[in-house]
């Protein structure tokens, strides 16, 4: 019985004065790895235009069938993206998606990347489908519109988001 009770205090004392292995969550975060796949973005070209072309190609690449695109034709007048289509409709199940990052690898143009973001709760299932408007960065990211997309884009204005 002693000895148990000896046993339990040094244990207590020799965590005593480590560091603490925890965080003070919310207001301290653990470090994420650079690779850490939280929820989705979109990113925008540098001039503002979408990277997003619609392709679809991050839909068919899902195995959760958590992302849903609807593709447009693009204004000339008013472009959403350079070349022929936009996504018109973007939409990501976070309560069906598994974070494999299949769809990231899928994306022809860089668009769509798995950001750090993994405070993710939400009080309603609605509130767990991100649409498009949520979806968009909210900075243009470093890319540059490539010179070979088709038809070739002349640098027109990028539409205004909503
Ligand atoms: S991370 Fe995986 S499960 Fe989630 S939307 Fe992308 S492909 Fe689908
Ligand atoms: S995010 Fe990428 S893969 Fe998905 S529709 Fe847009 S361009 Fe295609």
Redesign the pocket.
Known sequence: MLKAIAKGLGTTLRVLFKPPSTYEYPEKKKPRAARF?GR?ELRIYENGLEMCVGCEL?QV????N??TVVAAENDPAAPHSPGERYGYKYQ?DLL?????????EACPTDCLH?TQEFELAAFTREAEVYQKDRLLARRPSGYRVPENVYPPYTGRKAAVHA
């Open positions: 796949r989705h991050c690449a899902c195995p959760a958590a992302i990501v069906r998606c598994i974070f494999c990052g299949l769809c990231e798995l």
